[in-house]
């Protein structure tokens, strides 16, 4: 199977230093590692990296490394990567090599379609409790998300985890009782929020009232 080919060098031992002065040049430092051989330190370009992450599958594409002055090839994909919390920028990655005849263990975002029936005539919210699913599958059979349809909930229903039909050769590993989405009644919710919008206001004038009384009084 062929893969969007990405081209790394190698750099020497990893250093603070050493990786600011990469990030300013616009590359990414990372490390790639994995079917028992041993890590290597590369560093690959940031936008081709953000690419990447911006693809159909997202971290979970699956590419062609290839050290750059090498022809040699081997498919991998993101294992991790951290961000700078105010930039967002990636600060460093982690690559795993890909074995295309074993399965993976790897997490899938969950895509909700469908307005549920508690939504549309039974005053209900739908509610999204499980965001992505863990999953197992080979390399070539990595689905882009796991679409659910949550048409048929009903208000105060909820869709587990078990109850998703996968994609051929996709199994599930998440705990088949997962709450993945469920409809809830928001009724009972707005009543409570305007009680106690209704008592703090109550609070208010009884509060400014006895402040009043007090300025007579002093008076």
Known sequence: MSYQVVTVTRREAA?????????????????VYGDGKDPVAIGVEAKVFDKLLASEKGENTIFSLQLEGTDQTRPAMI??????????????????????????????PVELTGEPVGVKTEG??????????????????IPA?????????????SLHASDITLPEGVELMTDGQAVVA?????????????????????AEGAEAAAEGGEEKKED
């Open 145 to 157: 998300s796991i679409v659910v349809d949550a048409s048929e909930l009903h208000l105060h229903q």
């Open 182 to 202: 469920s409809v809830h009644a928001i009724k009972a919710e707005e009543e409570t929020t305007t009680e106690g919008e209704e008592g703090a206001e109550a």
């Open 79 to 108: 294992k991790d990567f951290q961000v700078h919390p105010v930039t967002e920028a990636v600060l460093h990655a982690d690559f795993v090599r890909i074995d295309e005849s074993k399965t993976l263990r790897l997490t899938v």
């Open 124 to 141: 209900g919210r739908l509610e999204p409790n499980v965001r992505e699913l863990e999953v197992a599958c080979l390399p070539k059979d």
């Open 15 to 31: 250093s603070t230093n050493a990786a600011r002065r990469l990030r300013r040049e616009g590359t990414v430092p990372a490390v």
